[in-house]
């Protein structure tokens, strides 16, 4: 059975394009779905709200489009089990519309920031992290301007599944790019079913673009997608 | 009726258009062909040059210079079109806007070829370091780039900071775009008949004489009058923009297209038809506007950012609509070509301007007088007593243009459509096209040399460009310019611009490189005086993705080869700056010979695969290229050299066509036989650098030289200033 993954793309949104070749690259169809087009969102196997600038961050980043019709359905779809892998602005949209815990602040140097960074997983029970070992360190770019992770209610140690650390694991100040909340890049929701994270694992999908990381977790996906 | 007062056209030029006419325009006439007059759109100061010097033909040119920008032919079906553009003067005004509306019109410019914009590159002048005002200016023009071209997704891949007091008053922003094209849409229409849409945002009053502001100086006072000639950016809108028209392009929905810049709907309408050989008639009521109460000649000479003008027929404009409504984009039916080869608009029911195209487009070439400048010095050798080598070293590493920019690259995502190879940092940037393919993209100026000998240091720019190209595994092949320059009133400051368009074209003859498009900035002048002649070259090559290789060191355990000569050419090189002897000194000469050939022995030993790593020697000599590698590859270095050179002149010439190899120690015989270069030195795996060149020498911790190269402009003590 073929795997389709569907990719909502929102006025603004940039990295639709990336992650359609991740996701086809890793052995799915991917299908890019504007967001007007309600009914196509309910027809796919799991969703990747990926990154860009939604409605171009006015108001908050992820704000305007977090209180779409389409957030809304992918809400109820995530409700229903389906996995929703939400990337950079699609962090930010999750945790706008409610759908995970917390919120994603301003960068602690109040500057946007490009960069590769480590990161170490802490949970491999998701969806999209089965394919990595406990505690591996993986190298992903991070792209952004409000990622410092702040938790709210619902929030708990155990729902973090990705710390940014140094190459050798260490997590502490110095490895962390943002002023994030103990060191998180990255959290799932109670359920296990709906992750958030800011960095960018379709941009760590070959090799020659500084490493492939992040195809994993598209591969990770499809693997629990076909069990 | 209130009078239009003119901006940009001169007594005698009046009486040409008046006699060619055979009438008084009437005022929104006179707004019309003033801003297609203006030096800006027209080019008239400069266009005599272009044409005399600049060669814009060659193998793999598919579209040269004319149309919105240069299409080069990278393998077979697979085409890329670039082009540069300056948003100098909105940038002093308006730093943030003006960098970032900068950005919005490269983006449409390479848009209007049909193509996808999948890269960013730009070039950065800025005052001295230690004013404040130069802070108001990088902190403005860095957020202006980042907000915005982060926002369209397009990846600012690469580009140039440099800092002179010369750029006080009127910092230098040039930026560079690169689009893929599959079908070329053109920017010109001859089928009459068609409908011209404009789409996009609504028109306002922002950048209302934006052309006219950047065809003039800039005193104290523009500086706070001068805002409103500033437009005004919507990155959202610019994305939707790209969104739609690539969706059109993919339809072949399109005659022709055009991105409304300089001189709004006059200059998009009157080119597009003009070249064509038609004309256009034009329904001013359609205009979907932002403001009330604009009148009709504000309407025709808006600068209001993106905004494209598409030409289709009746069949495809469903199609075209329904497009443009998906992505809630404004857009009008604003008129049609017409066989008569003259521009009527219309408004109110009433035909408010009747003019013939040419009378817009052919604006009688403007010739200025000449002085050349005469003291520049006469010989290589300055006179005076060297510093121990380390202090210079550390001087020269830290200073404000070898430093890292790090600081300004990172805010600056270049990593979205998942393409950059070779990220911001190294000698050019890499982006894979095609599975085997690649372009790299570099851009390069010479103002310190050319602030000694403009001719020389325009040389210098492509040489550098050259070089940067090869050095990641390239093979450049053409090229895209910026001139800015004074005012062309002042006779030294045209002789400068005439000094550099000069070298421009002869390197870039001498290199085999066809020149497929550019642009002219003049009048970055205030009262202080002219900026340096400042050349920004960028240029294009082809890298097969085999043959990518970046300056980091690799190994710890392998050869450093010198390829070319070095020279005693420390004029205008960044040892002197540091010791406060800038201007002494006749600077590096471009040897076009060697630079050719030194090039394509370093492209032959990357592709027989026998070196690890390459750095082109510019800023700082060979000294700073080996601590930049090993400060990227964080390894150490042991160079032991003689020279017939002083030492400190040896380590620190500026002498072009040369590059620093890293080779595995089995190749050796096979680089120095490919190269004719020489062995300087080993890679080790220790955390030392050291250098020795006869009695000069230097032993520096390579975390030293990491601290010194990142401190940079960010820490510098003027974040205080954000």
Known sequence: MAIVIGIPVYPGTNCDFDVYKAIKLAGAIPKRIWYKDYEEIKKVDAVVIPGGFSYADYIRAGAIAARTKMTEIIKELGANGMPILGICNGFQILVESGILPGALAVNKNARFICRWVHLKVLRIDTPFTQLYAEGEIIKMPIAHMEGRYVPGEGFSDDLIVLQYSDRKGNVNDESNPNGSYKNIAGIVNREGNIMGLMPHPERASERILGGNDGLRMFKALIDYLKR | ?722
């Open chain 2, 1 to 722: 009726m209130i009078q239009y007062a003119v901006r940009n056209i001169n007594e005698q030029e009046k009486k040409i258009i008046i006699k060619r006419l055979g009438r008084e325009p009437n005022d929104v006439e006179w707004a019309m062909i003033d801003v297609m007059w203006s030096e800006h759109i027209s080019y008239k100061s400069s266009r005599a040059f272009i044409k005399k010097y600049l060669r814009s033909s060659g193998r793999h040119v598919i579209v040269g210079p004319g149309q919105d920008a240069g299409v080069i032919e990278l393998a077979k079906n697979l085409y890329v079109a670039f082009k540069i553009e300056s948003h100098n003067h909105p940038s002093a005004v308006d730093p943030y806007g003006g960098a970032s509306t900068g950005i919005g019109g490269i983006v449409r410019d390479i848009l209007s070829m049909g193509a996808q914009p999948i890269a960013l590159l730009d070039s950065l002048h800025f005052g001295d370091p230690e004013k404040r005002r130069t802070w108001f200016h990088i902190l403005g023009v860095v957020k202006g780039i980042s907000d915005y071209g982060n926002r369209i997704g397009v990846p600012t891949v690469g580009g140039e900071t440099k800092f002179s007091s010369c750029y006080n008053d009127n910092p230098l922003v040039n930026v560079a775009c690169v689009g893929v094209v599959k079908k070329i849409v053109p920017s010109v229409l001859s089928k009459v008949g068609a409908v011209l849409v404009l789409y996009g945002n609504r028109t306002g009053r922002d950048g209302i004489h934006g052309v006219s502001f950047a065809s003039e100086t800039l005193d104290d006072e523009s500086i706070e009058e001068d805002r409103s000639a500033v437009q005004i950016g919507d990155p959202l809108t610019e994305k939707l923009l790209i969104e739609a028209s690539m969706e059109m392009f993919n339809r072949d929905l399109a005659y022709a297209l055009k991105d409304l810049g300089g001189g709004g709907i006059t200059c998009a309408v009157s080119e597009m038809v003009g070249k064509g050989g038609i004309g256009a008639i034009i329904d001013l009521d359609k205009v979907p506007l932002r403001e009330e109460n604009m009148s009709p000649y504000e309407i025709l000479i808006s600068e209001s950012q993106e905004r494209m003008l598409l030409a289709t027929d009746r069949e495809h404009l469903r199609d075209v609509l329904s497009i443009l409504e998906k992505y809630d984009l404004q857009w009008a039916i604003i008129g049609k070509s017409i066989p008569e080869r003259r521009i009527i608009v219309k408004y109110k029911g009433k035909e408010i301007a009747n003019l013939p195209v040419e009378i817009l487009t052919d604006v009688p070439i403007q010739r200025h007088p000449i002085k050349p400048r005469k003291t520049s010095p006469d010989k290589y050798t300055v006179e005076f007593t060297p510093p121990p080598l380390e202090e210079a070293l550390i001087k020269v590493l830290g200073s404000p243009n070898v430093s890292s920019k790090e600081w300004i690259y990172e805010q600056y995502d270049f990593e979205v459509q998942t393409r950059t190879v070779i990220k911001p940092g190294a000698d050019a940037a890499v982006l894979k096209i095609s599975e085997d393919i690649g372009v790299a993209l570099t851009l390069d100026s010479c103002a310190d040399y050319a602030s000694i000998d403009p001719y020389e240091g325009a040389k210098g720019a492509v040489a550098e460009a050259y070089r940067n190209v090869i050095s990641v595994g390239g093979e450049p092949l053409a090229i895209v310019d910026n001139i800015n320059a004074g005012d062309p009133n002042n006779v030294s400051s045209y002789w400068a611009f005439h000094e550099t368009i000069r070298g421009l074209g002869n390197a870039a003859r001498a290199l085999s490189l066809p020149i497929v498009g550019g642009n002219v900035s003049f009048y970055n002048e205030s009262s202080k005086g002219a900026i340096w002649p400042t050349l920004v070259v960028c240029m294009l090559g082809r890298v097969h993705m085999d043959n990518v290789i970046t300056p980091s060191l690799k190994s710890g355990n392998s050869c450093l080869i010198l390829v070319g000569e070095t020279y005693e050419e420390l004029g205008g090189s960044e040892y002197l700056k540091v010791l406060g002897l800038h201007g002494q000194g006749k600077v590096p000469k471009v040897r076009y010979k060697e630079e050719k050939l030194n090039g394509k022995r370093v492209i032959k030993a990357i592709t027989k695969g026998l070196v690890l790593s390459v750095h082109d020697i510019s800023d700082g000599g060979l000294i700073i290229a080996l601590a930049e590698m090993a400060i990227f590859g964080n390894r150490g270095i042991e160079a032991r050299v003689k020279s017939d050179l002083r030492g400190d002149v040896f380590a620190f010439s500026e002498s072009h066509a040369r590059y620093v190899l890293e080779v595995p120690q089995e190749h050796i015989e096979d680089v120095l036989r490919i190269t004719k270069g020489r062995v300087i030195g080993r890679t080790t795996n220790t955390s030392s650098f050291y250098f020795e060149v006869n009695n000069f020498s230097v032993d520096v911790p390579i975390k030293r030289l990491k601290e010194t190269y990142a401190r940079g402009v960010s820490l510098m003590g003027k974040d205080q200033f954000i």
